[in-house]
C-alpha cells in the first residue's frame, strides 16, 4: 500500500497561507488522497480528497473556497493549498490514502489508512 508523509505545517498568523505536502512512497497507487484535521480535544474530521482516476476534488464546508488539493503525478506528492487561515483551522494535518474506491462522503477516517505522524498547522497573532 501507499505510504505517505506530510510536511509543511507551520505557525501563521490569520489571514497567511500555508502548502501542505503529501509525498507518497512504495507502491504509489491509490484510489483517492485525503486530507484530515485533528485539533484537541476533537475528532478527525476530513477536509478534502483528490481522486487518482480523474482528479476530482471535494472539499468540506469549513474549508471550501479557501483551500486547494492538487497533485503532480511526476512527484508522486499531493499538495493541500490553505489561504485564509483563521485560528479554528489549527490543528494537526494528515493525509491517508483511501482503503477503496468507495467511500463515504462526509470523509471518514475509517476508510483511509496507512496514517502517518501529521504535520502540525498554528494560526495564531
Known amino acids: 500500500q501507499v505510504q505517505l508523509v506530510e510536511s509543511g505545517g507551520d505557525l501563521v498568523q490569520p489571514g497567511g497561507s500555508l502548502r501542505l505536502s503529501c509525498a507518497a512512497s512504495?507502491?504509489?497507487?491509490?484510489?483517492?488522497i485525503g486530507w484530515f484535521r485533528q485539533a484537541p480535544g476533537k475528532e478527525r474530521e476530513g477536509i478534502s480528497y483528490?481522486?487518482?482516476?480523474?482528479?476530482?476534488?471535494y472539499y468540506a464546508d469549513s474549508v471550501k473556497g479557501r483551500f486547494t488539493v492538487s497533485r503532480d503525478n511526476a512527484k508522486n506528492t499531493v499538495y493541500l493549498q490553505m489561504n485564509s487561515l483563521k485560528p479554528e483551522d489549527t490543528a494537526v494535518y494528515y493525509c491517508?490514502?483511501?482503503?477503496?474506491?468507495?467511500?463515504?462522503?462526509?470523509?471518514?477516517?475509517?476508510?483511509?489508512?496507512?496514517w502517518g505522524q501529521g504535520t502540525q498547522v498554528t494560526v495564531s497573532s
Open positions: 491517508a490514502p483511501a482503503r477503496n474506491m468507495w467511500f463515504r462522503i462526509p470523509l471518514e477516517s475509517a476508510d483511509f489508512g496507512s
Open positions: 512504495g507502491s504509489t497507487f491509490y484510489y483517492a
Open positions: 483528490i481522486s487518482s482516476s480523474d482528479g476530482s476534488t
